[in-house]
């Protein structure tokens, strides 16, 4: 059984008359006649009762005709999507998101833009930290993901776009005595327990976080850690410590809780979404050059 015996029975089926399905399928009659006959040859029933007058479909052929055109139009649909996929306009695409990320508003925005170009395109999300999604990126169990910067991206395994960059925010307890000013030095916290996320959720920017205390001649006094960056805001407004927190999570609002900026040189912090090097389908490129396109009107 081939396709083309299938099209050749369904142009039959649908005009009842070999020589109109001949003239629309633009061939002969007899080669047509013939590929019919081995169509029935091969499924060992006839599709159609013949005289000189009319042709008619057998209890088998009308089955046979329905299931054909069920057939046909999923092939369609299937070359469609194929098509769709080759171009990026279709598929799936996994896509990961930092914790910390999900809070600022580009993170939202590039994805609804992104949305709003491609709707064919099924999204599945990740959502877990820097470390873990950069991991699963390289072993191929992930496509792309929206990662916290400072992160060592090696450039001969990973390509990325940076997406936004933030200043870090220090965030007080209810009822601290510097709560009541805008901008603090690090310099004025030397009492202050700090609470940090796990070193191994994010190396770079837990140590640019150290040593931002250390230029500012304060020793911190690391306190209970948080599960993630997000989580901190919690523990600071039960009173575990202070924290220093990229600005959007600022978003995050608990009782009591204020957000400061820090004097001096910025504290900075960073998304960015990142591929592996080699990565070559078009959907993925279709978020990277989003991904650019937004960072330059954000």
């Given at each position: 059984m081939e396709l083309r015996q299938l099209r050749y029975f369904l142009?039959?089926?649908?005009?009842?008359?070999?020589?109109?399905?001949?003239?629309?399928?633009?061939?002969?009659?007899?080669?047509?006649?013939?590929?019919i006959r081995k169509l029935e040859a091969s499924l060992g029933t006839p599709l159609f009762h013949r005289d000189r007058r009319s042709v008619t479909l057998t209890e088998a052929g009308e089955q046979f005709r329905s299931d054909v055109q069920r057939v046909l139009a999923d092939l369609e649909a299937a070359r469609g999507q194929a098509l769709a996929t080759a171009a990026g306009t279709g598929g799936r695409l996994s896509v990961g998101?930092?914790?910390?990320?999900?809070?600022?508003?580009?993170?939202?925005?590039?994805?609804?833009?992104?949305?709003?170009?491609?709707?064919?395109?099924?999204?599945?999300?990740?959502?877990?930290?820097?470390?873990?999604?950069?991991?699963?990126?390289?072993?191929?169990?992930?496509?792309?993901a929206l990662v916290r910067l400072?992160?060592?991206?090696?450039?001969?395994?990973?390509?990325?776009?940076?997406?936004?960059?933030?200043?870090?925010?220090?965030?007080?307890?209810?009822?601290?005595?510097?709560?009541?000013?805008?901008?603090?030095?690090?310099?004025?916290?030397?009492?202050?327990?700090?609470?940090?996320?796990?070193?191994?959720?994010?190396?770079?920017?837990?140590?640019?976080?150290?040593?931002?205390?250390?230029?500012?001649?304060?020793?911190p006094r690391l306190a209970q850690q948080s599960p993630q960056i997000s989580s901190s805001i919690n523990m600071v407004a039960a009173g575990f410590g202070v924290a220093i927190v990229p600005e959007s999570i600022a978003s995050v609002h608990a009782p009591g809780v204020s957000y400061h900026r820090l004097t001096g040189r910025p504290l900075v912090s960073g998304i960015a979404l990142v591929c592996r090097a080699e990565e070559a389908r078009p959907a993925v490129a279709n978020l990277m050059a989003a991904c650019k396109a937004i960072r330059g009107a954000l």
């Open positions: 142009a039959v089926a649908e005009t009842l008359n070999f020589t109109r399905a001949a003239e629309r399928l633009g061939m002969a009659q007899p080669p047509l006649s013939q590929q998101f930092a914790g910390s990320a999900v809070f600022h508003p580009g993170v939202a925005q590039l994805m609804r833009t992104y949305r709003h170009r491609y709707p064919g395109v099924q999204i599945d999300p990740v959502e877990s930290n820097t470390p873990t999604l950069a991991a699963s990126i390289n072993n191929a169990e992930l496509d792309c400072p992160f060592d991206l090696d450039h001969g395994r990973y390509r990325y776009e940076v997406l936004v960059e933030e200043d870090m925010r220090l965030v007080l307890p209810p009822g601290h005595a510097l709560a009541d000013r805008d901008d603090i030095a690090l310099s004025e916290l030397s009492n202050d327990a700090l609470i940090l996320f796990p070193r191994s959720l994010g190396p770079k920017l837990y140590d640019s976080i150290l040593l931002k205390c250390q230029a500012a001649g304060v020793t």
